[in-house]
């Protein structure tokens, strides 16, 4: 059977099992709606989280990025387990208490403001968009990689998934999808990354092999720093290189880990279990099940990068692989040379000169359409022959972005860098759409909540039935669906940004204000909601400037990814500072973070 | 038998108690955290890059594994030690509301 026919029959079936699932666990209330009746075990509450957690960009992407930023690459893996410590000490257990439905339902009762609520819906709405249109993206990309379809078509067919299995089961069908969508998904990253580390250094275990020997006895890492230093890349395992220095590294992990534990999406996670305990233990349970693919992205990384260098740099055209070529048809990867007939590849040059010349020859299509790139690719092949007026392809390349092959290969060609089976490549298909879909899932559900919990039933209409509750929250679903596959299809420019925008934006926040709400009885309403205004408008104006509008990096040169660490001390120091000039919470306010604060066991 | 307002003064120190106790587990882990996390992983990873463990630079080995795993092993011990400290504070309270169930009753 060919590599696509069995991606038909295993993305097929998963989707199957996925609406199986939901259908299984339909809801009437909205208690089973919002938060799956409260009755998720721990340990599946964990796997759900782990698959709502981890996205399209860290089942495709996250390897990639290691693989070209090295030391660096750590940034992404230590921010986004080192948030859930925070989360599971800080966070988790308390709002678990609560016992309410959505993050603005804490903010809102603690800080007995509606404006405090209306903010925090906000915050939340513009995080879970920024983040599901990505996701909605990550859908249609996986479908038109491996089953050539449009992107777009890919889209839709992603929307209409989660529309039905949303809408049907909400949280509770969601849970469940989610448990299953992460057996999927991990089961897929694990084996080629197994048979890759076999391949390479003899040992099953990924993380193992990272730090052994390669056949020719020399270790994997010190091997790969040499062959960086020849190519004039930095060394792989050196710190602090390029714009990565120890103040933009301290800062960008410090932001990911507190707007891990201040994005809605995976707080509401822990509202779905009975107890407290439960809590506890699903909080471990969660980067448990996380750390197993986050384990082992450095490893792909690693040892995707050293496949790649080696069986590319230095090569004819008779000698490149076969996954070269199965590849470049998709244009993640191109060739263009510079006459001598060898694949030759190095850094990009950002300004070449006599002295320093571009010398490297691989590149991407990026965001060029097939007819562009082709015809740089002609003008080229016509360059070499010395043809009157053509131009070299490197400049207009490098130009349009597209220096270097393209992250997401690491991933999608690690299968047949390792010469698997065609049906292992498939599974990866389905894996890649388990994450998209159930990071996308749980992201709408939020959507959901917030404008059909927190606004509707909270703030315009406290009389509303249940049953009129339950068809609002379906409804905003359905709607958000659709705006979701819209900014999917054209996205808008925020979108690339969505690290930046959502962990910046809910460090600077969430988790300031929720800490303090739990951690302090004194603060009240109005140092919270400033603070929550500052901390929020400060980072946004920051990314907003460094990204679009060419302002340079003025805070200590912290760039866009890091910034929302400072906005996180802004928004701390406005609410502490503030907070002596204002009368304390009311007595019943007091009492709800008393409450809060003691395990239960007052309760039967 | 026992004064109401004996018992809740009572009920009040076990919860004052019980709270310290959270602050301090949770500030202990979370100095670790920090440590191994920002400290290890970032702050000293060009430092520690001149050790090795096996094949791997100390540092960089923090940063993409080591760091990974002390956080699950963190939040593992947390949920021992709370949902231990619940336990024994479920006991305390027990005690105090009713003092003839108690270990120096019958």
Same mark, same amino acid.
Request: with cysteine.
């Given at each position: 059977?060919?590599?696509?026919? *069995?991606?038909?029959?295993? @993305? ?67 921010? *986004? ?44 709405? #513009? ?14 990309? @996986? ?7 449009? @992107? ?131 909080? #471990? ?41 199965? *590849? ?94 065609? *049906? ?26 917030? /404008? ?46 969505? /690290?930046?925008?959502? #962990? ?21 309403? /109005? ?78 | ?34 440590? /191994? ?70």
């Amino acid at each position: 059977m060919s590599t696509q026919a *069995w991606t038909f029959v295993f @993305v097929g079936a998963s989707f199957a099992l996925y609406l199986f699932i939901a259908w299984c666990s339909r809801v009437r209330d909205t208690k089973g709606f919002y938060v799956a009746g409260q009755g998720v075990p721990a340990a599946a509450n964990g796997m759900a989280t782990a698959a709502d957690w981890m996205s399209a960009a860290s089942f495709i992407g996250m390897a990639g990025i290691i693989s070209f930023l090295g030391y660096a690459g750590g940034v992404y893996l230590m921010g *986004w387990t080192g948030g859930y410590v925070l989360l599971a000490l800080l966070l988790a257990p308390y709002l678990r208490k609560f016992g309410r439905y959505t993050v603005p339902d804490f903010i809102g009762d603690r800080y007995e403001s509606n404006v405090a609520r209306v903010v925090a819906v906000i915050c939340a709405l #513009f995080v879970s968009f920024t983040y599901v249109a990505g996701q909605m993206r990550g859908v249609g990309i @996986v479908f038109s990689r491996f089953l050539e379809v449009d @992107v777009n078509v890919g889209v839709v067919i992603g929307m209409a998934i989660v529309f039905i299995y949303a809408t049907l089961g909400g949280m509770k069908g969601i849970t469940w999808t989610q448990v299953a969508q992460y057996w999927v998904l991990i089961t897929a990253y694990l084996i080629p990354a197994i048979a890759i580390s076999i391949k390479l250094t003899g040992n099953p275990i990924p993380q193992v092999g990272l730090g052994s020997e390669l056949a020719d006895g020399v270790p994997l890492l010190a091997k790969l720093d040499a062959i960086h230093k020849d190519l004039g890349f930095a060394a792989y395992t050196e710190s602090f290189t390029g714009k990565w220095d120890r103040v933009n590294v301290f800062c960008a992990v410090l932001a990911l880990m507190a707007g891990t534990a201040g994005l809605p999406h995976v707080i509401v996670r822990f509202y779905t279990v009975k107890t407290v305990k439960a809590a506890r233990w699903s909080g #471990f349970w969660a980067l448990f099940f996380i750390s197993i693919l986050y384990l082992t992205a450095p490893a792909v990384g690693a040892f995707a990068r050293y496949f790649m260098i080696d069986s590319l740099h230095g090569k004819t055209e008779q000698q490149l692989p076969d996954w070269y070529h199965s *590849w470049e048809r998709t244009g993640l990867i191109a060739w263009l040379d510079d006459g001598d007939g060898k694949v030759e590849y190095h850094p990009k040059v950002a300004k070449p000169t006599a002295e320093n010349p571009i010398r490297n020859e691989l590149y991407r299509r990026g965001s060029l359409s097939l007819t562009e790139f082709e015809a740089i690719r002609l003008e080229h092949q016509r360059w070499l022959k010395k043809e009157r007026g053509a131009e070299s392809g490197y400049a207009k390349l490098l130009a349009a972005g597209c220096d270097g092959p393209d992250r997401d290969i690491m991933v999608l060609a690690t299968p047949e860098m390792a010469e698997l089976m065609s *049906w292992i490549i498939a599974l990866v298909a389905a894996g890649g759409l388990a994450a998209a879909l159930s990071t996308a899932s749980g992201l709408l559900l939020v959507i959901s909540s917030s /404008v059909a919990h927190d606004l509707y039933y909270r703030v315009l209409d406290p009389s509303a039935t249940e049953r009129q509750r339950l068809f609002v929250g379906r409804s905003v679903i359905g709607v958000a669906v659709v705006v979701a596959g819209l900014f999917g299809i054209f996205p808008p420019g925020f979108v690339s940004e969505v /690290v930046a925008f959502a #962990f910046g934006l809910a460090a600077a926040s969430f988790f300031p204000a929720i800490v303090l709400g739990i951690f302090s009885k004194r603060v009240p309403t /109005v140092p919270a909601t400033l603070g929550m205004t500052v901390g929020i408008g400060f980072t946004a104006c920051y990314i907003i400037g460094v990204r679009y509008a060419d302002m340079s990096p003025w805070c200590f040169g912290i760039g866009a990814q890091g910034i929302g660490a400072v906005g996180m001390l802004f928004n701390f120091i406005v609410t502490l500072g503030l907070t002596p000039f204002f009368a304390p919470p009311s007595p019943e306010t007091q009492a709800m973070v008393e409450r809060i604060r003691e395990p239960d066991i007052g309760e039967p | 038998m026992s004064d109401p307002k004996q018992e809740e003064a009572l009920l009040r120190a076990a919860n004052r108690r019980y709270w310290r106790s959270n602050v301090r587990i949770m500030i202990v882990l979370l100095l670790v955290w920090a440590f /191994v996390g920002l400290g290890c992983g970032v702050l000293f990873s060009d430092w520690l890059n001149q050790f090795h463990l096996g094949g791997f630079p100390l540092g960089f080995w923090f940063a993409q594994q080591g760091s990974i795993v002390v956080f699950v092993v963190l939040i593992l011990i947390y949920a021992v030690a709370l949902n231990r400290l619940d336990a024994r504070h479920r006991r305390e309270v027990d005690e105090i509301r009713r003092p003839e169930a108690g270990g120096g009753g019958g």
